[in-house]
C-alpha cells in the first residue's frame, strides 16, 4: 500500500474536489474506491458500523486490494451479531479491524452523567460514543470511505460520491451514493456477502441495542432508530452550517 498525499498534495486535492465530485457521478462505486485508495494511500480508511451497505464496501474494497484500513466506533452498546459479524470479516477478508472506543467507559458514563443518559439526551450520548471518537480517528487521516446512500435520510440526500467534509475537515468518500436498497442486497446475494443476522429479523438499519428496535411492516427502513425522538442521524453525517458526517 502507497503511503498517502503530502499536505501540499492534499491542499490541491481540496481545490479538485468540485470537479472530482462531477466526474465521479458516473463512476461505479469500485471506480470510486480505487482513487481513493490510489490517491491516499494508508491515509484512507472505511468507515463501517457493518450494515448491509457497509459489508458491500467492504467486500468490494477486498476485490480491488488485499490490505485496507476498516474502522468502526464500538459504542460498547453494540447487539451481541454486531460483533459476531465483525470476528466473521477479520476472518473472511484476512484483515483488523481498528475499533474505536469512547473515552468514557458505560460505567463512568452512568457515574457522571446518571443512567440511562441515551433517554434522556441522546445527542449527548451519541457525541460522547460516537462523533468525538469519530473526531479522533478523523484525525490521522486525510479521507474516509462511508456507506451513505442518498435515499437514507434527508441529511444525506445531496451525498457526493467525493466530497469535502467541512465539519471533520477531510475528503468524504461515498461510493454507494447513488445506489438502491435494492441493489445493495442483490449485491449481497450475488456475491455471497455475509451479513448481519438481525437484518432476517426486521432491523434494516441496526445502531445500538438501547436505541435500535425491529421495524414494523410498511414502517422508513429507519423507523427503527431513535424510535419515539425526532433524531434521525448521529450527527456523523450532518453538515453544520457555516463550520462544518456509521451513523
Ligand atoms: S445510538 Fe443511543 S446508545 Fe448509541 S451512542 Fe447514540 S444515544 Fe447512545
Not at 457515574?111 to 439526551?121: C, I
Request: hydrophobic content about 40%.
Amino acid at each position: 500500500m502507497k503511503e498517502g498525499v503530502s499536505k501540499k498534495e492534499a491542499v490541491n486535492i481540496r481545490e479538485d474536489i468540485p470537479a472530482l465530485r462531477m466526474a465521479a457521478e458516473t463512476w461505479r462505486p469500485a471506480q470510486v474506491l480505487h482513487w481513493a485508495f490510489q490517491t491516499f494511500g494508508d491515509t484512507v480508511a472505511i468507515s463501517s458500523a457493518f450494515g448491509a451497505e457497509g459489508m458491500v464496501v467492504i467486500d468490494i474494497a477486498s476485490r480491488l486490494q488485499e490490505s485496507f484500513r476498516l474502522f468502526t466506533l464500538d459504542t460498547e452498546f453494540l447487539f451481541p451479531e454486531t460483533y459476531s459479524l465483525m470476528d466473521r470479516v477479520e476472518q473472511k477478508y484476512g484483515i483488523a479491524i481498528e475499533r474505536v472506543f469512547p473515552l468514557l467507559p458505560p460505567e463512568e458514563q452512568e457515574r457522571s452523567l446518571g443512567p440511562a443518559l441515551w433517554q434522556r439526551d441522546p445527542d449527548q450520548c451519541c457525541n460522547i460514543r460516537k462523533v468525538e471518537p469519530l473526531r479522533r480517528k478523523l484525525g490521522e487521516l486525510q479521507a474516509w470511505v462511508t456507506s451513505i446512500r442518498r435515499d437514507q435520510t434527508a441529511a444525506r440526500a445531496t451525498a457526493g460520491k467525493i466530497e469535502w467534509d467541512e465539519k471533520f475537515g477531510l475528503v468524504k468518500v461515498n461510493p454507494l451514493a447513488d445506489w438502491s436498497s435494492k441493489q445493495v442486497w442483490q449485491y449481497i446475494r450475488e456475491h455471497e456477502v455475509p451479513y448481519n443476522a438481525l437484518h432476517d429479523l426486521s432491523y434494516p438499519s441496526i445502531g445500538c441495542t438501547h436505541c435500535t428496535r425491529a421495524v414494523r411492516p410498511g414502517e422508513n427502513p429507519r423507523a427503527g432508530r431513535w424510535a419515539g425522538y425526532s433524531k434521525t442521524e448521529c450527527g456523523l453525517h450532518v453538515i453544520e452550517p457555516a463550520t462544518e458526517a456509521q451513523g
